[in-house]
């Protein structure tokens, strides 16, 4: 019986501050980062839902990462800066293992996403002219699909590990939220078998997707440059705004996971990054310079300055 092995009924986030003033400043800088993500991300998403200039694979698969770059965001910033304006944070145990899974169920899915963006890519590549019968609606559709069930599975797996650890009383987590690597530490038991399957769920599988992700897109920079076609910059550029945004993404990831759960330094300035910047800067990194985007943009703002007289 698992419930007589837990007597933790919530656990104390340790947080990002103690000191007041540093929290009311935190809180303000976050709160400004997180409407940020919301609103730019939500935007993104909405133009690819309802914009036919957008309806492509391509763009598909960007607006799906800007929706779940927004979930990813709202699964830890709420909490996190509710906790600079209350004098302690705490979750439940229930909450905690909530907030764990639905943070590896979006993560897991953000990775395979990636990974399929780089598929998308290299099919346009490499068979320009089979890439609108290879990647149709279908296909875009069942890969989405595919990743959505790979993140639940690859998270589905770490909260039903978690869920049979014992904790005795420890509670105090150094994070501003439920993570694996914190709330392993707490278990009154020897942790180590558990350890190297979380580490090898995911640790290995982001450092491998990560390795398969630099590979293909240097196969494909390198094709590119060789190459001589017309908008060979265009495509040059995706591929590099691409290869930017999985590393910001990646790194972290495996600075987090892919090593033994023993506490370092920088790891509160390496989750904040994770957590919070990362999502407000993959949309804008891939929007910013995109033409697509920018006539999608205009036109949303001339029906807006139709509508108001
Ligand atoms: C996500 O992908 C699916 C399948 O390709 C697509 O139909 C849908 O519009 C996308 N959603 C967003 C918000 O881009």
Redesign the pocket.
């Known amino acids: 019986m698992e419930g007589e092995n837990t007597t933790v009924n919530e656990f104390i986030f340790l947080g990002l501050a103690t000191n007041p003033e540093l929290k009311i400043f935190f809180f303000a800088f976050f709160l400004v980062v997180y409407s940020v993500a919301v609103l730019g991300n939500l935007l993104i998403?909405g133009l690819?839902?309802y914009e036919p200039i957008l309806h492509n694979?391509m763009y598909?698969l960007l607006?799906?990462l800007s929706?779940l770059d927004f979930c990813y965001s709202s699964i830890t910033a709420p909490k996190m800066l509710a906790g600079f304006l209350s004098r302690t944070s705490s979750i439940t145990y229930g909450g905690c293992l909530s907030q764990i899974f639905f943070f590896h169920f979006i993560g897991g899915i953000k990775i395979f996403l990636l990974t399929i963006m780089a598929y998308d890519r290299y099919v346009a590549i490499f068979h320009p002219l089979r890439y609108g019968a290879i990647m149709n609606?279908n296909m875009?559709?069942a890969l989405?699909w595919a990743s959505w069930i790979g993140g639940f599975i690859h998270s589905i797996v770490q909260v039903a590990i978690i869920r049979q650890l014992p904790f005795c009383g420890p509670n105090k987590l150094d994070n501003f939220y439920c993570d694996v690597p914190q709330v392993v530490k707490l278990a009154c038991t020897d942790t180590f078998v558990v350890e190297l399957l979380m580490v090898s769920n995911s640790g290995l599988v982001t450092l491998m997707c990560f390795v398969v992700l630099i590979v293909s897109y240097s196969i494909l920079l390198a094709k590119l440059r060789a190459g001589s076609a017309l908008g060979r910059s265009k495509a040059i550029s995706t591929c590099a705004s691409h290869i930017l945004v999985v590393t910001l993404i990646f790194g972290p990831c495996i600075y987090i996971y892919a090593r033994p759960f023993y506490s370092f330094p920088l790891d509160k300035a390496v989750s904040v990054l994770y957590t919070v910047i990362t999502p407000i800067l993959n949309p804008f990194i891939y929007t910013l310079r995109n033409k697509d985007f920018k006539m999608a943009l205009e036109k949303l703002k001339g029906r807006q300055g139709k509508l108001s007289p």
């Open positions: 998403a690819v839902a694979p598909f607006g799906n929706f609606a875009c559709g989405v």
